[in-house]
C-alpha cells in the first residue's frame, strides 16, 4: 500500500479508541432500548396484573399466592433490566455527575455478598464534562471488576481530577484489559497509572472548585 | 380484592397531568386514575405537559410523569415545574430510582417516586400521599 492509502490506515492506538467508542454507543443504545422499550412494556405487564387482582374471587388464596409470585417475578426482571442497563450506560452519571454515579456504584456492588468498595470524593465536581466522566466511570467499572475489597477515590484540586482505586489484593487486569483502560484514559487525556493493586488516572481540567465530601 | 377507596368520595375530584412517552402505559395509568375518581390530563412528552400547565395552571394538582423522556428529561421537565408552580405536587416514574432519590431536594416537599415496575395499588397510594402533603 502507498503513500495516500496508506495514510488513511488508522494508527493502533486510533484503532482501539474508535473500537471503544463504537462499543460504548452499542452498549448505550442497548441501554435505551432496555429501558425505553423492555422496561416500558414490562412496566404496563405489571400494571396490566395488578388490575386482574381485583377479579380474583375472594378467599382463593391459591389465586392471590400465584398472583403475588408473578407479581414478585416482574418486580425481579425489571431490576435484572435496569441493572443491566446501568452497567451499559450509567443514567445516574447522565443526571447528576461522576462523583454520585461512582458513590452509587459503589453502594451497588458492595450490596452484593462478599464484596465492599468503600468511597470518598473530595472537591466538587459539577464542572467535570460528560465526556471524561464517562471515561472515568467505564475506567471504574471495568479495573473494579473482581475486586473483592476496596476503593474508590475521587478528588478535584488545583485543576487535577483524579481517581484512584485501591483492592487489597492485585487487581485483575489482562494486558488486553490494561491496553483498553490505557485508550480510554487517553482519549480523555488522562494518565494512568497502574500499580499491582492501584491504578490512578489523572486528568488535567481547567475550572477547579473548592469544596470537600466524604462518604461510603 | 377491591381497588381503594376512590379519592373523590374523601377529598373531592382533584386533576392530575400524566406525562408519559408510551402511550399504551400513560392510557393505562389515565384509566386507573379516572375510575379511582380523579380528573386526568394527559401529554405524551415534556413540552406537552408544560403546554397543557400553563392552560390548566389552576386545575391541576399533581402531575405524574415519567423521568427519561425523549425531547425533554424529566429532571429538566421537574424543574419548570417547579418555577411555574412550586406547589404542586410531582410523582416520578422510574425503573431507576436512583437519579431522583440524589436530586429529590431540588423540587422541595410534595415529590413522590413510583419504581416502574408498580402495581395500581401503589399508583393510587403514593398519588394520595403526595396530595395529602402538596
Redesign the interface.
Known amino acids: 500500500m502507498k503513500g495516500p492509502d496508506r495514510d488513511k490506515t488508522p494508527k493502533p492506538g486510533e484503532l482501539v479508541r474508535q473500537l471503544i467508542e463504537a462499543q460504548d454507543e452499542r452498549y448505550e443504545a442497548i441501554a435505551r432500548l432496555l ?2 422499550d423492555f ?2 412494556q ?10 386482574l ?4 374471587p ?1 378467599g382463593d388464596s391459591e389465586s ?1 399466592e400465584q398472583f403475588e409470585r408473578t ?1 414478585q417475578k ?2 425481579a426482571l ?1 431490576e435484572s ?2 441493572e443491566l ?2 452497567k451499559l450506560h450509567s ?2 452519571l ?3 455527575g461522576i462523583a ?1 454515579a461512582l458513590r ?1 456504584y459503589c453502594a451497588e456492588l458492595s450490596a452484593r455478598p462478599g464484596i465492599r468498595i468503600l468511597f470518598e470524593s473530595d472537591g466538587e465536581f459539577d464542572t467535570v464534562p460528560l465526556r471524561i466522566g464517562r471515561g472515568l466511570y467505564r475506567i471504574a467499572q471495568e479495573s473494579l471488576t473482581g475486586v473483592a475489597r476496596g476503593s474508590v477515590r475521587i478528588s478535584f484540586a488545583d485543576r487535577q481530577l483524579e481517581m484512584a482505586i485501591e483492592s487489597e489484593t492485585a487487581l485483575s487486569i489482562s494486558p488486553l484489559g490494561l491496553a483498553i483502560l490505557r485508550q480510554r484514559a487517553n482519549s480523555i487525556g488522562a494518565a494512568l497509572r497502574m500499580e499491582s493493586s492501584r491504578l490512578t488516572v489523572s486528568v488535567p481540567l481547567k475550572t477547579p472548585r473548592p469544596g470537600a465530601q466524604t462518604t461510603e | ?3 381503594p377507596t376512590p379519592p373523590s368520595q374523601v377529598t373531592g375530584a382533584r386533576s392530575i397531568l400524566i406525562v408519559e412517552d ?1 402511550k ?2 400513560r392510557s ?2 389515565a384509566e ?1 386514575l379516572r375510575e379511582a375518581g380523579y380528573r386526568v390530563f394527559e401529554a405524551a412528552n415534556g413540552a406537552e405537559g408544560l403546554s397543557l400547565l400553563q392552560k390548566e395552571a389552576e386545575k391541576l394538582n399533581l402531575v405524574v410523569t415519567d423521568l ?1 423522556m425523549p425531547g425533554m ?1 424529566g ?1 429538566v421537565f421537574a424543574e419548570e415545574i417547579h418555577q411555574a408552580r412550586p406547589d404542586i405536587g410531582i410523582v416520578f ?1 422510574s ?2 430510582p ?2 431522583v432519590l ?2 429529590a431536594g431540588d423540587w422541595g416537599d410534595g415529590i413522590g417516586l413510583l419504581r ?8 393510587i397510594a403514593c398519588v394520595q400521599n403526595v396530595l395529602k402533603g402538596a
Do not use: C
Not at chain 2, 416502574?116 to 399508583?123: D, S
Open positions: 429501558h425505553d422496561g416500558q414490562l412496566a404496563a405487564i405489571g400494571i396490566l396484573l395488578s388490575t387482582k381485583r377479579h380474583l375472594p392471590l407479581r416482574i418486580v425489571g433490566m435496569r442497563s446501568n443514567s445516574i447522565e443526571h447528576t454520585v452509587a | 380484592m377491591e381497588r408510551y399504551e402505559l393505562l395509568i386507573i427519561a428529561d429532571h416514574m425503573a431507576d436512583q437519579p440524589e436530586r416502574k415496575p408498580f402495581t395500581e395499588e401503589e399508583l
